[in-house]
């Protein structure tokens, strides 16, 4: 079964902002996520991960007069939770995926401790359509 | 099976384009023969690791693509027979087409012809890479994908696109004409830089699956230069992607984060690979005016014969890139001049000469950020040098590059 690992941040997770992290705990914190994609990719596991770039470059596209994009900015990362990255991994069952969830949110963050940041797990609609 | 025998990747990967070359006059239609000769491709893949490589491996891929081909045809027929549709045309009537019989085109030639049809200018940069990399690369659609981290289905797509619009701009399957020539190469010189640059970057997600597209673009620039040994930037492009690539071993430490040029371990990089990139320059140097690839790998040229960071002639440096930004002006040359300014005179010429680029395209891009930084560290401007490092570390679209800048960032503050 397939389930995305959605790594969330904003004002309300209360993690101090990485320019406050000495560079020993940004080492850790690297460190850390490559070793959590390569053990997912040695148990067969990983299927695909992505950071994605800063709220500030995003923005908010819909269609106006005759389907013309009008873009604008946003997210506004002070007023919302924002994606900074996914993983999307094949697993045995959601009791899996929990604990893979539970270990990256255990990243460890300034002065080495766990971040305990809130990773959101969602299945994947992959699954073999069942007979009715 | 032969041990051996050379890797049955490496046999069949030139042969490709010849292979390509020959269905396409005896057949008159490119799209199809590059198919056919894909699918010959892989049943060689398949059978020939097993059963070993047949005495005439090219006689082998022709006749393989060729029953494909007519397959395919025939399959065609059938199903607008079943349709009760009337064939307009009759595929096999290209099969006299009078280039069939042309005796002077060579493997060579065939090869050539291929690169200047896959880098036409009428496609994207990414179709043309796609196109390139299968038609004369000869690698497997599901490679290419990989390569590119996108699925097999959407590759093979872009190569069908890419084809279908070579056909639609009506570009025969010959030799550009004379007068046209030099703007072909120059579009062919771009895409295999752009390959090069693609693997050497390896800017995408985790680098994972990447293949060597590094490799694979020397391995093309390779034949290029072979098939047009007169042609200066040609053999430019390849010195430059020898010279570039000869650090390769020294550029990222654990994790693949960045090792700038300045702390690289240089007695990693590649001396047979530096060496055969400085003889190639300086022949082609010696042959008469220099276009900018060959600027390019004289810069890389003297980067390389520096034993150590300190002794790099950033005059020489200095004085190249302002003739490549004469030659060719880009901000992103300007902004290279800048650094060797700064290395030369000190970092308050490079600062001021990075000033005009924050209003260019180049504003707000990472590689200006990073390049301020740089420099303003150099000048001892702590504070404002770690606001541009988190500034690029926010803007760059590689995730070791972010992870060396937030880490430059960070050590830097800690040092106030």
Redesign the interface.
């Known amino acids: 079964m397939k389930y995305m690992l959605l790594m969330q941040f904003g004002p309300q997770s209360g993690i101090a902002s ?2 406050t ?3 020993e ?3 850790a914190h ?2 850390f996520m ?1 070793d959590v ?1 390569r053990g997912l ?1 040695e148990a067969g596991e ?1 299927v ?4 994605l ?2 709220p ?2 995003a923005r908010i596209v819909r269609a106006g007069e005759g389907g013309v994009p009008v873009v604008t900015d946003g997210p506004f990362p002070e007023t919302k939770e924002f994606l900074v990255g996914y993983w999307i991994v094949d697993c045995e069952g959601p009791e899996r995926a929990y604990e893979l969830a539970g270990h990256i949110s255990a990243a460890p963050g300034l002065n080495g401790e766990p971040l305990n940041m809130p990773i959101e797990v969602r299945q994947v609609m992959a699954g073999p359509p069942q007979e009715l | 099976m032969n041990i051996s025998q050379p890797h049955a990747d490496d046999l069949l990967r030139p042969l490709a384009p010849q292979v390509v070359g020959v269905l396409t006059r005896r057949f008159g239609d490119f799209g199809a023969a590059e198919d056919a000769v894909q699918e010959a491709l892989l049943d060689a893949l398949a059978q020939w690791p097993a059963e070993g490589v047949p005495d005439n491996p090219k006689g082998w891929l022709v006749q393989v693509a060729s029953r494909r081909m007519i397959e395919q045809v025939r399959g065609e027929q059938a199903r607008r027979r079943r349709e009760e549709l009337v064939a307009a045309r009759a595929p096999a009537g290209h099969s006299t087409s009078p280039a069939a019989d042309r005796a002077h085109e060579t493997d060579g030639d065939d090869t050539l012809v291929m690169l200047f049809l896959s880098c036409h200018p009428a496609l994207t940069p990414a179709s043309a890479i796609a196109l390139t990399l299968r038609a004369v690369g000869g690698l497997t659609t599901a490679e290419i994908g990989k390569a590119f981290m996108v699925p097999e289905a959407t590759m093979a797509q872009r190569i069908s696109r890419a084809k279908q619009r070579i056909r639609a701009s009506g570009v025969p399957f010959r030799m550009p004409e004379p007068q046209e020539r030099r703007a072909r190469l120059a579009s062919v010189l771009h895409v295999l830089y752009l390959i090069f640059n693609e693997g050497y970057a390896a800017s995408g997600g985790l680098g994972l699956h990447r293949v060597e597209l590094s490799r694979e673009a020397i391995r093309l620039a390779r034949t290029l230069h072979r098939l047009l040994p007169g042609d200066c930037e040609a053999a430019g492009l390849l010195a430059l992607m020898l010279l570039t690539d000869a650090r390769r071993p020294a550029r990222t430490g654990p994790g693949g984060v960045p090792v700038p040029l300045a702390e690289q371990d240089r007695s990693l990089w590649d001396r047979e690979a530096i060496a055969e990139g400085t003889a190639l320059l300086t022949a082609a140097l010696r042959r008469g005016a220099a276009g900018p690839y060959q600027i390019q790998a004289a810069i890389a040229a003297v980067h390389d014969e520096a034993a150590t960071a300190e002794e790099t002639d950033w005059p020489q440096i200095l004085a190249l890139y302002g003739l490549l930004e004469r030659m060719s002006p880009n901000p992103m040359v300007s902004l290279n001049r800048a650094v060797a300014a700064a290395m030369v005179h000190g970092p308050a010429a490079g600062l001021a000469l990075l000033e005009p680029l924050a209003d260019g395209p180049l504003a707000g891009h990472h590689r200006l950020h990073t390049a301020r930084a740089h420099l303003l560290e150099m000048a001892g401007d702590i504070a404002a040098a770690v606001e541009d490092y988190r500034a690029a570390a926010g803007r760059t679209a590689a995730v070791p590059e972010r992870d060396y800048l937030i880490m430059r960032a960070a050590r830097l503050a800690a040092r106030r």
């Open positions: 990485v320019d992290w000495s560079p705990d940004i080492k690297v460190e490559h994609n990719v990983f695909d991960a992505q950071g770039a800063m500030d470059q």
